[in-house]
Structures are given as structure tokens and as C-alpha cells.
């Protein structure tokens, strides 16, 4: 492709309102160009990042049996209240009315359409298993979009499905997905991790795993072990239980209540009690699927609320806000405590095993000391409700956890027969029963790697593309097209390459040096051709984009090309 031609309208301002780097180097770079808040419109080079990305999944993809389907991104508003996940996505799901009044969304993710196939079509274990793929554009209301295309309203995802009739069949399939994901982002360059994970609203009680790209402007926290392969999302962490559950209650006092004149925060009470945030116990209050529920953690623990709403099985979870708990129990936030509260009490483990701590006393300005969990209060449930923090034992080996940011490439699950069962799925057996078929989901962000690669891969002066992602494999730079010995080498190599099929991006522009070659830093193609002053030798530039800097003979340049291209 020669430059002078190509769409390719490169900023030399960082915009204002780009925070991640990725998105400001995909602006200046202009590989993208944003339509609306949470939409972009990608540009040649942006578009040719995608497509290299897409060819490398797929690759992966059929080299375990996917076969690539394409389905609706319009899709019937029944099928998602069948499914029963009509409220669990809420406002993020798009609706839209046909001219028939029929009401229809635009596609957050595909379980149900890809089910309502199955049932179609899926209706004997002969035809299972079966894998299925696509790549398709999503569409989700964010409350809040940003950084780019690391979180958008309309991207661009892989998304997979697997059908089986026996347990052990997903087995294997989930396995070879998780190798084949391995695959696609070591072959993209990419450094990350898999962890345990949540299934959130995609449901599924078999198991979940993220792949997150490890980058300081991920929006998830990731908890690693530091002694054994243990590793998990912050709002799946767990990390080993140290209380005792030999409690004495007999031995403690009633309880007492304290005059805590306007101490609402922890950090109030430590101060005027004399006390640490560990001996008190902090009460929230949460709307399950509408319904109150109070949440109580030691007070130097933070409630992870995805625990929460996976031991509820709820589909929404918002804390209350101050009118409705005042609604709810007649007392505002930061006196409340679950001696005496009518509804329903979640208690973390932690929190359980204190010989006795203070809690708020249900009355303004009013604590209460000596509270004992079990003897003075009673819990719907116990259970591990809390965030995993760096240094906390790991779970399986007790060696000190410790925490990094990442950025959610890829997260894949067990469903089961969540969707199956409920959108009559079916698939006779071999000894003749009709059964919901066994299911799986797997999902890769396919834009959101494009920005992922970048956080990882860039420099000062632009972005550094690993060669598989690249836009072109070569850049080709002619200093000056006014020289006419330069500009024919220039020439006559780029046919060169372009004949033995080697992706290339002619400069011929009539452009200062230094404006082609900041261009060329920016856009961050791998490797660098320069025709200047030493052609007149025979000789050209090698320039590898991570700094490499060489001459090669004219003659000899394909040659090399043609090597440095085919090392991993």
C-alpha cells in the first residue's frame, strides 16, 4: 500500500479527553476515529489490526474442531425472557420496536440465540459434540464507557459455544479452549494470566476462568499467589480461613450500649473507642432482585459484592441508599447493626468467629459493645463475603497472596444446562430419553485486544506491534522521493516485496524526514526499511522498531526480509 494514498490521518496532539494510552496512541495513530461516546468508527490500519487478530483466533479456533457461524445481532426480545436474563442485564441491554410492534435488543452476547439453534437443530447426542464460533459486533449501554475500545457500547467479540451430551465431553472441550486461548494470545505477544473467575451474568455453576492481559491501567485486579499456580479475578479471591469457631459467649459481657456522638466511619469509632478496625463489625445494606438484605464484615474487610450476589442467586445487587434504609430499618447509615434488624442477615466467616466485637447500635448516635455473633444476633447465612487483599494466605498453600491489574481479554465457562433446560434444548440419549443438552461459552474481546496489545506494547514514541498483529509486516520509508536514485530503489523493492507477498507500507510521500519518520515510530510496524543517502552505496536502513538498527545490501534485502519475518 503507498502511503500517499492511504487514509491515514495521524495527530500530532494527544486529544484531552484520552485517558488509556491506547486510546490516545490509536487516535494520534488514526487507526480510529470516535462517532459517539463508546463508539468508533476504525480506519484502514485499525480495521487491518482486527482482521490479523480474527485470523489468529481462527486458526486456533478450527485447529479444535470450531466451525465459524454467523448469527443475528438483532435478536427477539422472548428469547432473552425465556432465558429469564431480561432484568439480570438491565439498562445495558438495547431495545429497540420493529414497525410491528415487536420488541427486539441488540446483542450484548449470543446464549440465546445459540441455544434456540441447538433446539433446532441439536436433537441427538449423534450430532454432539459440536463447537461452534463467531465473530460478530455486541452492543451494551455502559453506564459509563471508556478508555477507548477497552470499554465500549459497540465492539467486535469471539464468541463460542459447545454442546454436549456428558459432562466429561465439556470436560475436554473446556480444557481445549483454555489451550487453544493460551495460543492466540502468546501468539499475539501478549503477557497474562488466567484466574478463576465469576460467571456473572452468563450464569453457570460448572466453573469460569478470565485470561487477563496484565497492564497498570487494567480496570480488574488480579490476585496470584506467590508460592503455588493459584490465581483469581479480586471478585472470585478467596484466601484461607484462620478464625476459630471455639467461641466462649458466656464468658463475655451483654451487651453495652456507647453515647458515639456522630462517629458514623470506622475510622471514627478506632479513634474514639481506642480500638482497630478488626473488633467492629460493619453493616450494609444491599437490594437483592429489590429485596433488603444486610451484609456484615469485620470492619478491616471490604464486601465483595459479586460473593454476595452469587450466594443469593440474585440477578441485581445495588447497595440501598440512604432513604430506602431508612425506610427499611428507621435508622440511617452508620449506626446500623444486626442485633434486633427484621430482615435477613449475610455474616462473613470472619466476622463470625469474633470472641466479640462493636456493631452499631440500631439508634442515632448509639453503639453497642460485647456483641457476640450467635448469641446476640443470628445470621441467615455464613459464609465467605469479603475481598482477598495482598499478603492475605493463599487458599490452597497459604504462601502470602499479592496483587496486579489486568485488562479481561478472554473469560470462558461451564454452563451447563442453564439456557438448555429452560429454552427446552433437547437431545435424545443413546438409551432414548430426551435430555437438555450440556453447554459451554467462550468468549475472546477481539477489540479489546487491538488495546490491550497497545498497553503492553508501546513506547514514547508510539505504538511497538508484535508481528502478528501488526497492520503491515514492513514499512517501507523512501527519505526523499525528489532523489531520483532513492526513489527508484524505493520503488523497485516495494515491488519486490509486494510480489513475493510480503505485506508492505510504502512512504512515498513528499514529506519531511523527520515528519515520516516520527509517522513510521508512531504507527509501529516491526520493521523499518529506509532508503536514504546510502542507497548510492547499495545499501539501505534495517530498523527494527524496538531500536535494532542495521545496513543491508539492495540485493540482499528481501532475502533478510524474508528471514526476520520467518523467526517466531
Not at 5 to 12: A, D, E, G, H
Amino acid at each position: 500500500m503507498r502511503q500517499s494514498n492511504l487514509l491515514l490521518p495521524t495527530l500530532r496532539e494527544t486529544p484531552a479527553d484520552a485517558e488509556a494510552v491506547s486510546h490516545q496512541l490509536l487516535l494520534r495513530a488514526g487507526f480510529i476515529r470516535q462517532l459517539a461516546s463508546g463508539v468508533y468508527t476504525y480506519l484502514p490500519l485499525g480495521l487491518k489490526v482486527l482482521h490479523h487478530i480474527q485470523a489468529v483466533i481462527r486458526e486456533e479456533m478450527d485447529a479444535i474442531g470450531g466451525q465459524q457461524v454467523l448469527l443475528p445481532a438483532l435478536q427477539p426480545l422472548d428469547l432473552w425472557e425465556q432465558s429469564g436474563r431480561m432484568h439480570a442485564y438491565g439498562p445495558e441491554l438495547i431495545r429497540l420496536t420493529d414497525r410491528n410492534s415487536r420488541e427486539f435488543v441488540l446483542g450484548p452476547t449470543h446464549e440465546e440465540v445459540i441455544t434456540h439453534l441447538a433446539a433446532q437443530e441439536l436433537t441427538s447426542y449423534r450430532k454432539l459434540p459440536v463447537l461452534l464460533y463467531q465473530m460478530q459486533t455486541k452492543f451494551r449501554d455502559e453506564r459509563r464507557p471508556r478508555f477507548g475500545l477497552l470499554r465500549c457500547r459497540e465492539f467486535l467479540m469471539k464468541d463460542a459455544y459447545s454442546f454436549h451430551d456428558q459432562p466429561d465431553s465439556l470436560q475436554q472441550t473446556y480444557a481445549a479452549v483454555f489451550e487453544a486461548y493460551r495460543r492466540i494470545f502468546t501468539r499475539l505477544g501478549l503477557r497474562f494470566q488466567a484466574v478463576e473467575a465469576d460467571a456473572g451474568a452468563i450464569g453457570g455453576k460448572g466453573g469460569s476462568h478470565e485470561f487477563m492481559a496484565l497492564a497498570d491501567s487494567g480496570e480488574d485486579t488480579v490476585v496470584v499467589c506467590s508460592g503455588c499456580d493459584y490465581a483469581a479475578n479480586l471478585e472470585k479471591a478467596e484466601f484461607a480461613f484462620s478464625g476459630s469457631s471455639d467461641l466462649l459467649p458466656e464468658q463475655t459481657p451483654q451487651p453495652r450500649q456507647v453515647h458515639t456522638p456522630d462517629m458514623k466511619s470506622i475510622e471514627e469509632l478506632e479513634r474514639f473507642l481506642g480500638i482497630s478496625a478488626g473488633q467492629i463489625i460493619k453493616t450494609m445494606i444491599y437490594l437483592a432482585d429489590e429485596k433488603p438484605v444486610a451484609v456484615c464484615v469485620r470492619g478491616d474487610h471490604e464486601v465483595n459484592e459479586t460473593k454476595v450476589k452469587s450466594a443469593l442467586g440474585a440477578a441485581r445487587l445495588e447497595l440501598a441508599d440512604p432513604g430506602a434504609i431508612e425506610s427499611l430499618v428507621g435508622i440511617g447509615a452508620g449506626f446500623l447493626g444486626p442485633a434486633g434488624l427484621s430482615i435477613p442477615v449475610l455474616l462473613d466467616r470472619h466476622a463470625a468467629a469474633m470472641p466479640e466485637a462493636v456493631t452499631g447500635g440500631n439508634a442515632v448516635d448509639t453503639h453497642l459493645e460485647h456483641v457476640v455473633p450467635g448469641r446476640d444476633f443470628t445470621a441467615a447465612s455464613t459464609g465467605d463475603f469479603i475481598m482477598a487483599r495482598a499478603n492475605d494466605p493463599c487458599p490452597r498453600c497459604g504462601a502470602p497472596l499479592t496483587t496486579t491489574t489486568g485488562i479481561e481479554i478472554g473469560h470462558i465457562f461451564k454452563l451447563g444446562t442453564k439456557y438448555s433446560h429452560v429454552m427446552k434444548a433437547l437431545a435424545v440419549t443413546e438409551h432414548g430419553h430426551s435430555e437438555p443438552v450440556i453447554m459451554g461459552c467462550y468468549g475472546i474481546g477481539v477489540s479489546r485486544l487491538l488495546a490491550a496489545i497497545i498497553e503492553q506494547h508501546h513506547d514514547e514514541l508510539g505504538m511497538v506491534w508484535p508481528k502478528q498483529a501488526s497492520p503491515y509486516q514492513v514499512h517501507l520509508i523512501a527519505v526523499s522521493t525528489r532523489d531520483t536514485l532513492q526513489r527508484q530503489a524505493a520503488e523497485a523493492l516495494y515491488e519486490q516485496m509486494r510480489q513475493s507477498g510480503i505485506d508492505v507500507l510504502f512512504d512515498d510521500r513528499e514529506e519531511r524526514p523527520g515528519v515520516k519518520f516520527k509517522d513510521a515510530d508512531l504507527i509501529g510496524i516491526p520493521y523499518q526499511v529506509i532508503i536514504g543517502k546510502a542507497a548510492q552505496e547499495g545499501l539501505v536502513e534495517w530498523k527494527e522498531r524496538e531500536g535494532f538498527r542495521s545496513h543491508v545490501t539492495v540485493d540482499g534485502l528481501l532475502a533478510h526480509v524474508k528471514e526476520k519475518l520467518s523467526q517466531p
